[in-house]
């Protein structure tokens, strides 16, 4: 299997389409028998909702970013054939705001160890540049 491709959808503005796109998108491609993941990288967790999860306070974005968190245990499977999502959380805007850390890896370094098991990996990024939209887009 030849390595995921990683898609970070971003726009500084809101309102522009980033998560119908990314929603649709990732739906397709697992409808075409293509494994996806779908990462939602927007503390206003549209795209998590729109797939019906919603305030998942065990499995979500911000654990990738806490060091005692696997990745593997962040992924939960939809109802849509062959997608799979790490849904997010609002807390992720705290992380956003209080975050000093400089690590912009941690979200490629995570999915290093999960992109042989997806043929595509959609970031759904936030309306802004922050730590977590950088991560997405380096990784």
């Known amino acids: 299997m030849l390595e ?7 726009n500084q503005k809101g309102g522009v389409g980033k998560t119908t796109t990314a929603i649709n998108l990732a739906s397709a491609l697992g409808i075409l028998e293509q494994k996806v993941l779908l990462i939602d990288a927007d503390p206003q967790a549209n795209a998590s909702s729109g797939l019906g999860f919603e305030n998942n306070q065990n499995k979500n974005l911000l654990n990738i970013f806490s060091e005692e968190n696997d990745i593997h245990h962040q992924i939960i499977q939809t109802h849509s054939p062959n997608l799979d999502i790490i ?27 999960i992109k042989s098991n997806y043929d595509y990996i959609i970031i759904d990024c936030s309306p802004s540049l922050g730590y977590i939209s950088v991560n997405s887009f380096v990784a």
């Open 4 to 10: 995921s491709k990683v898609i970070a959808i971003a």
């Open 87 to 113: 849904p997010s959380t609002i807390k992720l805007a705290e992380l956003e705001i209080n975050n000093t850390s400089t690590n912009v890896f941690k979200l490629k370094n995570a999915l290093d160890v």
